[in-house]
T-cell receptor, first 110, second 115 residues
Framework: GEDVEQSLFLSVREGDSSVINCTYT??????LYWYKQEPGAGLQLLTYIFSNMDMKQDQRLTVLLNKKDKHLSLRIADTQTGDSAIYFC??????????FGRGTSLIVHP | EAQVTQNPRYLITVTGKKLTVTCSQN?????MSWYRQDPGLGLRQIYY???????DKGDVPEGYKVSRKEKRNFPLILESPSPNQTSLYFC??????????????FGPGTRLTVT
């Protein structure tokens, strides 16, 4: 089946930028998503990008998509302690049922 | 308030004792699904439903059953739970269609421990 890969951990200092990377294998991916999971909570959609876009910016969040390399990244500018969470990359292909990565734990320290 | 609710939030049970985890959404969504989340494995889909009386297997359906008799409810049934089903379970819902973006709304999770 299709696969989505992410690194498991990222540690950054408060105020720095965070970049979380994701690679996927499904060449028919239509939408790519970033979800955030805070401790003890369900997943919440942060942002998404359509496969014909290269970049999407939403306040402190920037999503970059390299469709040729099947690489997706999420940049969080001015990272705050409240950004500490698990971030999931996900994609939907023709089935419109998402495949999730394993999640990247972002740790923000003072 | 638009939401997906799950009950119970926490459950400790013993091997073989049948249990049901309920899921309900108030957004009139056609699509509902169940995931389990395990450390290092991320989210894996158990079952999904495209509409009432339409269900299908996800990636890890063994040991689970679901039903979709009403649009708003999608219970997860473990007929004979085993310790390897100890996990964090999430229900989610969304609208469906083609060529459109569909955000999934997740419930708060049910932490199940089978001893």
């Amino acid at each position: 089946g299709e696969d989505v890969e992410q690194s498991l951990f990222l540690s950054v200092r408060e105020g720095d930028s965070s970049v979380i990377n994701c690679t996927y294998t499904d060449s028919s991916s239509t939408y790519l998503y970033w979800y955030k999971q805070e401790p003890g909570a369900g997943l919440q959609l942060l942002t998404y990008i359509f496969s014909n876009m290269d970049m999407k910016q939403d306040q402190r969040l920037t999503v970059l998509l390299n469709k040729k390399d099947k690489h997706l990244s999420l940049r969080i500018a001015d990272t705050q302690t409240g950004d500490s969470a698990i971030y999931f990359c996900a994609e939907t292909g023709g089935s419109y049922i998402p495949t999730f990565g394993r999640g990247t734990s972002l740790i923000v320290h003072p | 308030e638009a939401q997906v609710t799950q009950n119970p939030r926490y459950l400790i049970t013993v091997t073989g004792k049948k249990l049901t985890v309920t899921c309900s959404q108030n957004m009139n969504h056609e699509y509902m699904s169940w995931y389990r989340q395990d450390p290092g494995l991320g989210l894996r889909q158990i079952y999904y439903s495209m509409n009432v009386e339409v269900t299908d297997k996800g990636d890890v359906p063994e040991g689970y059953k679901v039903s979709r008799k009403e649009k708003r409810n999608f219970p997860l049934i473990l007929e004979s739970p085993s310790p390897n089903q100890t996990s964090l379970y999430f229900c989610a819902s969304s609208v469906t269609g083609q060529g459109q973006f569909y955000e999934q709304y997740f419930g708060p999770g049910t932490r199940l421990t089978v001893t």
